[in-house]
């Protein structure tokens, strides 16, 4: 239970992370300068709204993860498995995705399956 609820966290911080991208363009959005020290150019609305949703998601799956639900069990390691297929086509944000997903995906796995053998 130990590595479901660290993975839980690990997917709960993603889930938040995800979601703070939303908030980092909202005053670019609303007219602001963009500040000369920001590295990167905001995110269009559509871009920021999926990423909300998906980090709306990713956080509802670890905290049904965390209360040891299976649907939250399943939604993460959804979750996890797309952040990972994904990550390549969101670069440099992706290696990021890569860490905690790929972290979160292996304590799950691990977690699961125990020490069971594939042919006992």
């Known amino acids: 239970m130990k590595r479901y609820k660290a993975a839980a966290i690990i997917i709960i911080i993603h889930g938040l992370i995800e979601i703070s991208g939303l908030f980092s363009a909202l005053p ?3 007219g602001a300068e963009q500040a000369a020290w920001i590295p990167f150019d905001p995110p269009s609305p559509e871009i920021a709204i999926a990423g909300l949703i998906w980090g709306v998601i990713r956080l509802i799956g ?8 299976k ?4 939604l ?15 670069l440099p ?28």
């Open 71 to 74: 649907w939250g069990l399943a």
């Open 76 to 90: 993460s390691f959804i979750t996890c498995a797309k952040a990972l297929a994904m990550m390549m086509t969101i």
């Open 28 to 30: 670019i959005w609303l």
């Open 93 to 120: 944000f992706g290696i990021m995705d890569g860490i905690l997903s790929g972290t979160a995906l292996i304590l799950i796995l691990i977690q699961y399956f125990g020490k069971k053998k594939i042919i006992e």
């Open 62 to 69: 670890g905290i049904g993860l965390y209360k040891n639900l």
